[in-house]
């Protein structure tokens, strides 16, 4: 390697590793609250998304049409492990915030590839407290239709 392709390479390496630490606390709640994915699944998301961009971007430069192609793809590939996320069980539907959250995680991963780290971090954020401070609303809903039901 030259010395500019090792400042790539670290350059890479650092995208890969902030995609990663970007997902962590989002497959940390996910993990806490025992769902289908967690810590593991989460920044492996990420990850992916990053590096298949950041490999767009080597073989095709930035500024190829081509690149929505791969955008494309990782939109209907997350989509695809997401919807493994969903259970249906009885006419309820489980798993949907799972799902969500990891569409939303390769879309973060996929953000620090492009390196727009701006909306990376508000991804990891809102993805991370929408999970987090949401629960005391869901939990009101259900209460007040659990009433509902038995009255």
């Known amino acids: 390697m030259t010395l500019p392709s090792w400042w790539e390479a670290l350059s890479h ?7 990663y630490a970007l997902a962590l606390p989002v497959g940390w709640d996910r993990e806490k609250d025992a769902r289908s994915a967690g810590i593991r699944t989460f920044p492996l998301v990420a990850i992916a998304s990053c590096g298949f961009v950041l490999v767009g971007i080597a073989i095709l430069g930035r500024t190829d049409p081509a690149q929505a192609r791969i955008l494309e793809g990782l939109i209907t590939g997350v ?9 249906k069980h ?7 915030a799972t799902a969500a959250s990891l569409w939303a995680t390769g879309a ?9 780290f701006d909306i990376a971090v508000v991804l990891s954020l809102t ?3 929408t999970l987090r401070c949401s629960r005391p609303l869901k939990r009101a809903t259900h209460d ?3 009433a509902l039901d038995r009255s």
């Open 144 to 146: 007040q239709t659990g």
């Open 79 to 87: 989509g695809f492990i997401g919807g493994g996320a969903i259970l």
């Open 13 to 19: 390496i650092l995208s890969l590793g902030l995609a």
């Open 90 to 96: 009885r006419g309820k539907a489980s798993g949907t």
């Open 108 to 116: 973060l991963g996929a953000a620090v590839g492009y390196g727009l």
């Open 127 to 129: 993805t991370f407290l």
